[in-house]
């Protein structure tokens, strides 16, 4: 199924992705959250499938390359003590996209990490 819906694959991020939607803002262990694997695309859903509209909005748009899975937790987690701190940016509604390749060894990935975000108001 994730071969034939990386077909439809038509815009930024390329290729098969995974959302994550409906974060508690707390981003606290343990709460839920609506996570999809698929694709961005201006295509109709396959049958079968389930489409999430994502609304146009500024987003921010991270790259690692390194050890898997290691760079992409540090990715993470570099994002939210070092990046929002020190931008007039906060986090808005929206989902989180999450694009990783692996290489051909599995022992390492790139990866693009997009945030919908917002200006702080001052």
Same mark, same amino acid.
């Given at each position: 199924?994730?071969?034939?819906?990386?077909?439809?694959?038509?815009?930024?991020?390329?290729?098969?992705?995974?959302?994550?939607?409906?974060?508690?803002?707390?981003?606290?262990?343990?709460?839920?959250?609506?996570?999809?694997?698929?694709?961005?695309?201006?295509?109709?859903?396959?049958?079968?499938?389930?489409?999430?509209?994502?609304?146009?909005?500024?987003?921010?748009?991270?790259?690692?390359?390194?050890?898997?899975?290691?760079?992409?937790? $540090?990715?993470?987690?570099?994002?939210?003590?070092?990046?929002?701190?020190?931008?007039?940016?906060?986090?808005?509604?929206?989902? $989180?996209?999450?694009?990783?390749?692996?290489?051909?060894?599995?022992?390492?990935?790139?990866?693009?990490?997009?945030?919908?975000?917002?200006?702080?108001?001052?």
């Amino acid at each position: 199924m994730l071969g034939r819906l990386e077909k439809l694959s038509d815009q930024e991020p390329q290729g098969i992705v995974a959302v994550c939607d409906d974060l508690d803002p707390s981003r606290a262990e343990g709460t839920e959250l609506d996570y999809y694997q698929g694709v961005v695309t201006s295509a109709a859903a396959p049958e079968g499938t389930t489409a999430l509209a994502v609304p146009a909005g500024c987003w921010a748009v991270f790259t690692v390359s390194g050890p898997a899975p290691r760079a992409v937790q $540090e990715l993470w987690r570099d994002v939210f003590t070092q990046w929002f701190p020190s931008n007039p940016y906060r986090s808005r509604p929206g989902p $989180e996209i999450l694009r990783t390749r692996p290489f051909a060894d599995g022992a390492q990935a790139d990866a693009e990490l997009w945030l919908p975000v917002e200006r702080e108001r001052g």
